[in-house]
């Protein structure tokens, strides 16, 4: 067949890229399961390895990897204040850190997302829902579940060590308000257009608005917003 008989459908392409992860934990087990896991994976391999909250830094930027699975607690420096300073090098930026976490740990949850975390994972979850956070946090969603976004309000909102800096919303319309609000409360796309008779697409727009005024990088940052804005102060979400 010559190339003027090849039809469109006929034409070749590439394979995704695969997604790059990079882990960050300081149990040698730990990570050599998730390391044997993720290579064994179609579409997903480890670039990097690190033991440390510093060597996590300088391997990010090194590397400059798609995901990071961060453990909170490592030597040096912890998982936060290293979440911190990837997110804060233009060099590694764009990397997506999924936190590693415990329900004994929830002490670090809003933390975690002040310095940049993109969602959260526990330690206790099977291989099959680690490679979906993966894909999730790779794909450019946040990982934030409602049972963790309602934990966050119910243990860290209500005390003044865990008191939100204020946040102003008056760049954002009232419509804009609500679907923030009920993202703090950890709903879902569709769970917020059934609650406010929209579309999904509806709310989308809405969510990428309120991304681009807000200056967040992605749906974690935007409940971050909701707390600081004082739109979510309770777990059944009246304020």
């Known amino acids: 067949m010559s190339g003027d008989d090849m039809s469109v459908g006929d034409a070749p392409h590439n394979p995704p890229r695969p997604i ?17 896991l993720i290579d064994a994976t179609p579409g997903m391999s480890v670039v990097g390895e690190a033991g440390t909250g510093a060597e996590a830094v300088l391997l990010a930027h090194r590397h400059r990897p798609d995901v990071i699975l961060m453990d909170v607690r490592m030597p040096d420096m912890d998982g936060i204040e290293a979440t911190r300073r990837i997110c804060a090098d233009p060099a590694s930026a764009g990397a997506r850190v999924l936190i590693l976490t415990t329900f004994d740990q929830d002490d670090y949850v809003y933390a975690s997302l002040q310095a940049g975390a993109s969602g959260f994972l526990i330690k206790s ?35 003044p060590r865990h008191a939100p800096a204020s946040r102003d919303l008056n760049d954002i319309t009232r ?35 309120l991304l681009a005024k807000l200056n967040a990088r992605d749906r974690a940052q935007l409940v971050i917003a909701a707390y600081e804005g004082g739109l979510v102060t309770n777990p059944d979400g009246r304020r």
């Open 20 to 36: 790059r992860v990079l882990l960050a934990e300081d149990q040698v087990l730990i990570r050599d399961s998730f390391k044997v």
């Open 125 to 159: 979850a099977t291989a099959g829902e680690l490679l979906a956070a993966i894909r999730v946090v790779a794909s450019g969603e946040a990982l934030l579940a409602p049972t963790v976004t309602r934990r966050l309000i119910t243990e860290f909102l209500h005390g």
């Open 175 to 209: 419509r804009e308000r609500e679907v923030l609000a009920l993202i703090g409360r950890g709903m879902s796309n569709s769970e917020i257009a059934g609650h406010l008779h929209l579309t999904v697409g509806t709310v989308k727009t809405h969510i990428s608005r």
